[in-house]
């Protein structure tokens, strides 16, 4: 059976006219695929009977399947997507009372190999790339569940989104093409591979990016993300400059307040000297312990005050709403268990 998924515009172009049928139908396909989020062929009103009947023997949307669907109490739903292949991977749902965002948290490996201490994908290793279309099937899988247009996708997901790149980049086409999704409402979240990020910049399409730094002080930032022995806070720092001046855009540092570890005063105060000349805002993660964990939750009091002595230095500050912590899908929390 033929995934239609996979192919490209002029491949379905050469799909259809192999069916007999004229090319226009392969827009009219695209169109019910990626806009509509047809969830079979019936549904297609505009395509006749016997065309739709042809399909129907011959090929399918997707060839994912949904696992586990996972409901939190706070509206998000964290979704294990089974690939052809047997491999899964996590993908969230989340939404925002205040807001009408709907956001798809994709995942761009199954697995990774940068070994973050704190990950809970990272206990699992490395597996391998995700295609674009399995990328792509998994913003379609939601929107087909749940009948709801996906408006925002951040790949924080499982993975390194930079390590499978050009896949990555790839799928970021087409969502913004087809799924009509701006490229600004596009985030690709990142570890530090700067080599990928100067790439990134010089893109035509530029998404908007986010940096985990979770510390900026080299030593303890190794402990805890070994990427920080390839390439450096320093070098980090340049390429980011150069993601700013490229793209018009800031960046966003996202960071995991460790109780004790990376929420004192002294790691706020290294954090404010190293963002001074960074075109940036800051979003701080209160760490999500990952069962038994040798890490901890940081108190209120010390987010506060972390929050605060960054705020001092007139950046944009947000601590990030713990969103689907009960069903294990917040921040470094997705880790592909069945
Ligand atoms: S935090 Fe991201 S880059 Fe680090 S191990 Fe986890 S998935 Fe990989």
Redesign the pocket.
Known sequence: MKVLVKYSLKELEDYVESLGEKKFRAHQLFSWIYSKSAVDFDVMSDINKDFREKLKNDAKILDTKIKKKQVSSDGTIKYLIEFQDGNCAETVLMRFDNRSNLSACVSSQIG?Y???DF?A??KRGFVRNLEPYEILSQILTIQQDTSLKITNVVFMG???PLNNFDNVCQAIKIINKYLNIGIRRITLST?GIVPKIIELSNMELVPTLAV?LHCAQSNIRKTI?PVENKYNLDELKKSLIYYCEKSGKRVTLEYVLIGSLTDTKEMALKLCEYISDLKCNINLIPYNPIGVDKYKKPNKKDVMIFKYLLESQGKKVTVRLERGADIDAAC?QLAGRI
Do not use: K, L, V, Y
Request: hydrophobic share 20%; charged share 5%; aromatic share 0%.
């Open positions: 990774c940068m070994g973050c990950c994908t990272a499982q993975g390194e570890c985990s993300m470094g």
